[in-house]
């Protein structure tokens, strides 16, 4: 095996770097303290039951476990590639090998927090095509040696590559890092961008939220938050409160967005490598999220008002991942421009080169159930706010004129269509999103009929991919079966794979 | 590009109409014993239900006042799914196409579900009580698609569900064979 620019000979058994102690530790406190907050208020707050000290008292015990046994781990985790195989052997009182082939491992992503930037070390994590008791991740590695470990598992994995001939790469790269081609880097003036223009409705919900958590809270502790406002005589409750709790909402909603996304694609790049995409980013924890172009699933990217302005799209490629059911890897990225999107399109998708040449739009009977259920879910709660809090029904007055123009121009913009190799799905209220799938990852396809939808001779399609499923809702029944048999058609005869 | 094209990707121009319809497929019944087993499990579930419901009736006061009214919800939404219980038998069924396999369902809110076998993650079938009781199994088949789009087709034969589950296991099979 010939080692360019490495040291390390990955055939004998190897520990993680000694931090890694130090990041177990760090791991089992927030672990603990995550899992144990509520009991630590409590005891705070109370200080003088006794049963209280006991369950402290086990607490710090089996945190104190934990932690002994996290070290003895340490010591007794090694690592090391072999016959094609990543080797893990570890077990505190037992010994347990697991080996998992090299051509099973499908991404190798790179992650620092605070604590690994000080030490020089990243958190590696292997993601495999299995089970997810199969994922294997490695707290600390130099990042030396978690270089040198990712390129010897792609380079070993190309070779492999090699002998079977159904797989996309023909030749063997000449490097044994890929080269990086970058999208795009955020430079400051973006990210201030990204952050104006980021979707602070999302942030005043997760405000409004976070404020009745605290309203909640208070109430539990025995403050009473409504009668201490009625005691200070100017805040009365009008129009004009209302007018500038909404305005205060906005603002402080406004600097957490743009706070959120600095610190979350602080000096972002967005790259393309040999087969796949890189993005790197974070301020306090610095995250390196990788994905091949057959793990992907759908890219999709949409504007808003603010954004349409710009010129600028937040843009997101969902992957499928060995854990696909729980959680959902994303790529995301704020602030990308159409020619950018474009650049992506067609490195990911260089086999289609046409868009739809027709496209399918919801059934104006869609449009008319909503607009009968908004009404009356509105109408209800209308009555039902009149005889309890009269200063309500200021905001769902509001939404009361916002729902049916949204729904209005939902069934307006919302497009479906085709071409041999994708899907598109043009769709959005205020901004306009665009979701491209490519038909070789649909997983399975389900027609779906309402008695009202049967009333009319309309049904939905529901397509599943490895990383969600996409709606095309009110259609009429016989392009449903129709598109159904082209999809399954499409996927069926395809031989590219689809995770 | 062309290295794709090359690569033993073949992906021939194919006539529209060429695809074969869902619309043809010929829907077979699950087994005529699973209307029974329904009613049985609906029986259970009544009875269960109507237990919980007395000692509740027997335990608290506060449940006594609307006791009646809960009973005969309780009767309404059971005579409901009693009634309905052959015509949810006739609305299902399963066909088997050499690349997929079809299940539709529901008798006002209808479903049809497409599967191909190559993405057919794994496959198993399943026996519960009331299955043994009237010699019949529940055939699950899952995807990738997570939880939603996995199938569960349950009143089948055990020979014929195991049959099925080898079928597909072994296309499959043949399909990862054919790509690697």
């Not at chain 1, 306009?432 to 009202?452: A, F, G």
């Not at chain 2, 038998?89 to 539709?104: E, P």
Request: a positive charge; hydrophobic letters at 45%; one cysteine or more.
């Amino acid at each position: 095996m010939e080692k360019k620019n490495n040291s390390y000979d990955f055939s004998v058994p190897h520990r993680q770097s000694i931090y890694a102690i130090l990041i177990i530790i760090v791991k089992t406190y927030r672990v603990l303290i995550g899992q144990l907050w509520p009991v630590l208020v409590l005891f705070l707050i109370n200080r003088s039951s006794s049963q209280n000290y006991v369950f402290l008292y086990v607490m710090i015990g089996l945190g104190t476990l934990g932690m002994i046994i996290s070290i003895l781990n340490f010591f007794r985790y090694f690592f090391s590639i072999r016959g094609g195989e990543l080797i893990i052997e570890k077990g505190v009182f037992g010994k347990k090998k697991v080996s998992i082939p090299l051509e099973r491992i499908q991404t190798i992503n790179f992650e620092q927090n605070i604590i690994h930037r000080l030490a020089q070390i990243v958190r590696v994590k292997v993601d495999t095509a299995g089970s997810a008791k199969e994922e294997v991740s490695f707290d600390a590695l130099p990042i030396d040696m978690a270089e040198a470990f990712r390129d010897e598992i792609l380079l070993a994995k190309n070779r492999l590559a090699v002998n079977v001939p159904a797989t996309e790469e023909a030749e063997l790269p000449a490097e044994p890092t890929p080269a990086y081609q970058t999208i795009l880097t955020l430079h400051p003036k973006n990210l201030l961008l990204a952050g104006i223009t980021a979707n602070h409705i999302r942030s005043s919900g997760l405000l409004l939220l976070f404020f009745l958590w605290i309203f909640d809270k208070l109430n539990e502790l025995g403050f009473d938050p409504v009668e201490y406002v009625d005691r200070i005589p100017i805040l009365e409750y009008s129009f004009v409160l209302f007018l500038f709790v909404l305005l205060l909402v906005f603002v402080v909603s406004f600097i957490i967005s743009m706070v959120r996304t600095a610190i979350g694609h602080y000096n972002l790049t967005f790259s393309r490598s040999e087969r796949g995409f890189v993005v790197e980013s974070g301020l306090l924890t610095r995250k390196v999220v990788s994905a091949l172009d057959h793990k992907i699933q759908t890219i999709s990217w949409y504007d808003n008002l603010l954004k349409r302005f710009f010129g600028l799209y937040d843009f997101t490629m969902s992957q499928a991942s060995s854990e696909q059911v729980h959680v959902k890897k994303a790529i995301q990225i704020p602030a990308m421009t159409q020619e950018e999107i474009d650049f992506v399109k067609k490195s990911l998708y260089p086999y289609a080169k046409k868009l739809p040449k027709t496209y399918l739009s919801m059934s104006k009977y869609r449009l008319y159930r909503r607009l009968a259920f908004i009404t009356l879910g509105l109408l209800v709660l209308l009555a039902g706010l009149y005889f309890t809090s009269i200063y309500a029904i200021y905001a769902w007055t509001l939404l009361a004129l916002y729902l049916p123009i949204q729904e209005y121009l939902t069934h307006r913009k919302y497009k479906f269509g085709y071409t041999k190799n994708l899907i598109f799905i043009h769709h959005g209220a205020v901004g306009d999103k665009t979701s491209i799938m490519p038909i070789h990852k649909v997983q399975s396809i389900n027609i779906k009929q309402s008695p009202y939808q049967r009333k009319h001779d309309l049904a939905s399609l529901v397509i599943y991919h490895a990383a969600g499923f996409q709606t095309v809702p009110y259609i009429a029944y016989d392009d449903a079966i129709f598109v159904m048999d082209q999809l399954m058609g499409r996927a069926e005869a395809s031989t590219r794979p689809w995770m | 590009m062309e290295h794709i094209i090359s690569d033993g990707f073949e992906n021939p121009q194919v006539e529209i109409k060429s695809y074969p319809s869902i619309r043809q497929l010929d829907f077979q019944a699950l087994h005529p014993r699973s209307v029974k087993a329904a009613y049985l499990s609906l029986l259970i579930g009544f009875m269960v239900l109507l237990l919980g419901y007395v000692i509740a009736y027997l335990l608290s006061a506060d449940f006594r006042s609307f006791f009646w009214y809960v009973l005969l919800g309780h009767f309404v939404v059971f005579g409901l799914l009693f009634y309905f219980v052959q015509s949810r038998y006739l609305a299902k069924g399963y066909a088997i196409r050499a690349r997929d396999i079809s299940y539709r369902s529901g008798v006002f809110f209808k479903s049809l579900v497409v599967i191909p076998f190559s993405r057919v993650q794994h496959c198993e079938v399943d026996q519960g009580p009331i299955d043994r009781l009237f010699e019949l199994s529940t055939l699950r088949i899952f995807t990738a698609g997570g939880a939603s789009s996995d199938l569960s087709i349950s009143g089948l034969e055990p020979e014929v569900a195991n049959h099925i589950k080898d079928f597909i296991i072994r296309r499959t099979l043949d399909r990862h064979g054919e790509e690697e």
